[in-house]
């Protein structure tokens, strides 16, 4: 992925924080879906090659379904991954055109790109740029960064945290 779509990746993710009046960090990623329009369903039978799917229910709602099969940090990932295709690749009040020709569902047709961004989207939705900078801080001793710590603030997954420092250039 080039710098620019990642660029636009990031501030997207801002944009839909600042829109909706999100906190950081995102105590209750089931609040913050409901705010924004869906519902979060699990289902235990969920085709085992997604954590996660997303569809269109009707004009301003959609639905996430998750596997329960997943700690606290994954499921919040998962989700922030399917709200990076709702807007990104869906168009959920960004796009009339693309929202209005959605079907019922997002299908990725194992496109790794499109996958890919919506990482790229939930890494920036959960750990936002400034503040995942002013956390890698507050837990960084010398040259030594607690990344658990951070991930932990943030709840989400340690190596979803690195990543996200990688992605930043902080490591």
Request: hydrophobic residues 40%; proline residues 2%.
């Amino acid at each position: 992925m080039d710098s620019s779509t990642r660029i636009f990746i990031d501030n997207l993710a801002e944009a839909v924080i600042d829109a909706y009046g999100i906190t950081i960090p995102i105590d209750n990623i089931e609040a913050v879906v409901k705010k924004i329009g869906g519902e979060i369903v699990e289902k235990a039978d969920l085709d085992d090659l997604y954590d996660g799917t997303i569809r269109k229910v009707d004009q301003n709602s959609f639905s996430i379904v998750i596997s329960p099969f997943q700690s606290e940090g994954r499921k919040a990932f998962t989700v922030a991954h399917e709200l990076g295709h709702l807007f990104l690749h869906m168009g959920f009040r960004i796009n009339d055109d693309k929202w209005n020709n959605q079907m019922k569902g997002f299908y990725r047709n194992n496109d790794a790109e499109t996958n890919y961004q919506a990482n790229e989207f939930a890494k920036a939705f959960l750990m936002p740029e400034e503040e995942y900078g002013e956390i890698l801080n507050r837990y960084t001793k010398g040259n030594r960064v607690n990344i658990k710590e951070v991930a932990n603030h943030f709840h989400v997954a340690i190596n979803i945290a690195a990543s996200r420092g990688q992605l930043l250039g902080y490591f």
